[in-house]
T-cell receptor, first 116, second 112 residues
Framework: DSGVTQTPKHLITATGQRVTLRCSPRSGDLSVYWYQQSLDQGLQFLIHYYNGEERAKGNILERFSAQQFPDLHSELNLSSLELGDSALYFC???????????????FGQGTRLTVV | GQNIDQPTEMTATEGAIVQINCTYQTSGFNGLFWYQQHAGEAPTFLSYNVLDGLEEKGRFSSFLSRSKGYSYLLLKELQMKDSASYLCAVRDLMDSSYKLIFGSGTRLLVRP
């Protein structure tokens, strides 16, 4: 158990709908990273939040948005869903400050999104 | 930008040794990571290199050459449970973020 919690584990929804994925980082970690993994693909970096502020953006679609709340949990919002958005969505957290540069990121178990 | 290359698939025999290579190009290199990922599961951390040389951890070793933009993961005494994808990732500090950029992964099949 990495200590990173993601809910829900599975989500099935129709095209055009909107969903929210939730991530709670490890206790004490300030950073949350979101990744998308399509079938048989690598992990694509979406977005990074640090202590409530957006720090970096990857190849995140305009239909997707994220935020990090004062209690440090994060939500990834996916709207106007398309079939191609079906994927595993992982979040990861890492320690604060200088420790972040010396340690690995810890991944949650992921949310499997299926768009039908 | 960043570019990370690793072989798509490899096959090896139980008890043998396998080396998975990774080459990368990045502007703000701040370390190279290897993760293991079983199908449908979360990636789990295997190793981290930030300086040139070999890091050994039990049956797993990882090597880094920063001047060549090259790393490898060495798995010894292969076991059936080592069948998984192995992800090479570079920490890139281009925009003050410690994000990891991943290669597409190498699917390793261990045969009896």
């Amino acid at each position: 158990d990495s200590g990173v919690t993601q809910t829900p584990k599975h989500l099935i929804t129709a095209t055009g709908q909107r969903v929210t994925l939730r991530c709670s980082p490890r206790s004490g970690d300030l950073s949350v990273y979101w990744y998308q993994q399509s079938l048989d693909q690598g992990l694509q970096f979406l977005i990074h939040y640090y202590n409530g502020e957006e720090r970096a953006k990857g190849n995140i679609l305009e239909r997707f948005s994220a935020q990090q709340f004062p209690d440090l949990h994060s939500e990834l919002n996916l709207s106007s869903l398309e079939l191609g958005d079906s994927a595993l969505y992982f979040c990861a957290s890492s320690p604060r400050g200088r420790e972040e540069g010396r340690t690995e990121a810890f991944f949650g178990q992921g949310t499997r999104l299926t768009v039908v | 930008g960043q570019n990370i290359d690793q072989p798509t698939e490899m096959t090896a025999t139980e008890g043998a040794i396998v080396q998975i290579n990774c080459t990368y190009q990045t502007s703000g290199f701040n370390g190279l990571f290897w993760y293991q990922q079983h199908a449908g599961e979360a990636p789990t951390f295997l190793s981290y290199n930030v300086l040139d040389g070999l890091e050994e951890k039990g049956r797993f070793s990882s090597f880094l050459s920063r001047s060549k933009g090259y790393s490898y993961l060495l798995l010894k005494e292969l076991q059936m449970k080592d069948s998984a994808s192995y992800l090479c990732a570079v920490r890139d500090l281009m925009d003050s973020s410690y994000k990891l950029i991943f290669g597409s992964g190498t699917r390793l099949l261990v045969r009896p």
